[in-house]
């Protein structure tokens, strides 16, 4: 649970609603946007990174 509360308040409340309320339509467009934010941003890194 420590790693848990290292995370950022909207990290946190987010994983708690998907938790507690999220309808399946809901985690399935999480799912999504998450994948792609975090793929963005592990290809800027990335880039970043080589220079």
Known sequence: M???DQ???AMKKL???IKQDASIEQLE???R???F???KRT???KKT???
């Open 7 to 9: 995370f950022p308040k």
């Open 15 to 17: 994983v708690r609603y």
């Open 43 to 45: 290809m800027l890194l």
């Open 29 to 31: 467009l999480f799912k």
């Open 33 to 35: 946007e998450l994948d």
């Open 2 to 4: 420590k790693e848990f």
């Open 37 to 39: 934010a975090i793929q």
């Open 49 to 51: 990174s080589q220079n």
